[in-house]
């Protein structure tokens, strides 16, 4: 993934050279994993103090644009996300003393088994694939929550929140989608596979439509489903480009016109250091028409690290219309917080609405499951994992026990000083449930 960063910048159009007149990519891929790595961070001086030859030859032009860049990604977030956390901590009238019973954290009381099955998805040549938890004793039908990996994932991936989601009496389907899943991305790395396609951005919430809809024939035609779920009451989780998943199953609507101006820009094609433009833009070859990607059963909506910014955009991310939380990583390189989590918070019109930023968090601090096959260095993973999936655990549980259950009393855990007291080293927390487009500009106001 650093290579993708770099062959945006491509080093030699930018005039950037290396001993003995070399192209400077791998030389700049290594200063630049070293400085994400070093506590002084993404900065101009940091990256050239790591670079690792004597010799830098620059291009004044055109690296005092990708310069520009940087600069303009990495101040401006750091701004920002100063001027959310002091809202934030402006807001908090108390502080607790000692965390609310339950927690939230740890499992809850319900025993669960598991079931793997398959449906078709018409659009797909073979079978989609689906881990179905299902929590044991329940008085009532359970609510359903289904989640969308990331590329390069699978359904291993958010397998421990399935678990813990079941314990507390969701009953939870972790689906692979076939084209972007870790098994695909292997194929494709070892040239035995094609690419994904610009279709995935369809395919993906229709994915999850029929997989609603084989969970809602099961539990009226199949005895041992019958009474079991509650398909009409649905939330979904999504991570990155499952993010963008879960957005359009609640009611985002794909924005062509915001499309052709963004990806048609020429610096896209230089200097952008937007990674997940390089995604959202794919789907500029799809036809312009009116996907109705929705699914009214969906009725709460939880995006981890999404990109949304352009292929949503204002317009398509108003219409949703369900409680939305959005989780940043404040150091992810890959959906970068600014402008694919926090802008669009403020495009959302749903009342019920939450931004949740982890500092120091990355695109990878919520992932489980085995390594991906993508190679990514450690730097660029952060720091352990394990340490952030518990506040993930409470948040979704209170997110879902609040908007999908209809149980009030876990409302108070969706606040600044519930996630204060949840708050693990070096992963704090920040909460806020509103925010304007004004607020962000005048927190950057000034800054070139």
């Known amino acids: 993934m650093p290579e993708i960063l770099l062959t945006r910048l491509k080093p030699a159009e930018c005039g950037l050279k290396a001993d003995f007149n070399q192209n400077g990519f791998y030389a700049l891929r290594s200063a630049f994993i070293q400085a994400a790595a070093d506590p002084e961070g993404l900065t101009l001086v940091n990256i050239l103090h790591q670079f690792p030859l004597r010799t830098i030859r ?29 809202q934030a901590a402006d807001e908090v009238a108390t502080t607790l003393t000692s965390l609310p019973e339950p927690d939230l954290r740890v499992s809850g009381q319900f025993r669960w088994r598991k079931e793997t099955i398959t449906f078709n998805n018409p659009n797909r040549e073979l079978p989609v694939p689906a881990d179905i938890y299902l929590p044991q004793g329940l008085q009532t039908t359970a609510p359903v929550i ?8 699978d359904r291993n991936t958010f397998a421990y929140l399935a678990e813990h989601l079941a314990s507390w009496g969701f009953a939870v389907a972790l689906v692979e989608h076939p084209d972007t899943s870790a098994e695909k991305f292997q194929q494709f790395l070892t040239g035995f596979d094609t690419p994904p396609q610009p279709t995935t951005f369809i395919n993906r919430p229709l994915d999850v439509k029929y997989l609603l809809d084989e969970l809602q024939q099961k539990s009226e035609s199949d005895p041992a489903w019958k009474g079991r779920l509650s398909v009409q009451q649905v939330g979904v989780i999504g991570q990155s480009l499952g993010g963008y998943t879960v957005l359009a199953l609640g009611g985002a609507a794909l924005n062509f016109e915001k499309l052709r101006q963004v990806c048609n820009q020429s610096e896209l094609n230089n200097t952008s250091f937007n990674l997940s433009l390089l995604l959202q833009c794919r789907s500029t070859d799809l036809p312009p028409q009116n ?16 990109l949304s910014s352009t292929i949503f955009g204002q317009e398509g991310l108003s219409k949703i219309q369900v409680p939305v939380m959005l989780v940043a990583g404040v150091e992810d390189l890959f959906t970068p917080p600014v402008p694919e989590q926090i802008f669009p918070f403020t495009w959302l019109t749903t009342p019920q609405k939450y931004l949740v930023m982890a500092q120091n968090a990355t695109h990878f601090s919520y992932l489980g499951g085995k390594k991906g096959v993508l190679p990514v260095p450690p730097e660029l993973i952060g720091s352990d994992p394990a340490l952030a999936r518990p506040q993930l655990r409470a948040l979704s549980t209170a997110f879902f026990k609040t908007h999908l259950s209809n149980q009030p009393e876990y409302r108070p855990y969706l606040s600044q000083p519930y996630v204060n007291a949840i708050s693990q080293i070096p992963f704090n927390l920040t909460l806020i449930k509103s925010l304007t487009a004004t607020q962000l500009e005048q927190a950057i106001a000034g800054f070139r």
């Not at 289904?146 to 994932?153: C, D, L, M």
């Not at 990607?293 to 690290?305: I, P, T």
């Open 146 to 153: 289904v989640i969308s990996h990331g590329v390069a994932s």
């Open 58 to 86: 620059l291009d004044r032009q055109l690296s005092l644009q990708a310069i520009r860049q940087v600069s303009y990604l990495f101040g401006r977030r750091d701004l920002i996300v100063n001027s959310i956390q002091q």
């Open 291 to 306: 996907y109705n990607l929705q699914d009214e059963r969906v009725k709460a909506v939880l995006a981890v690290n999404p």
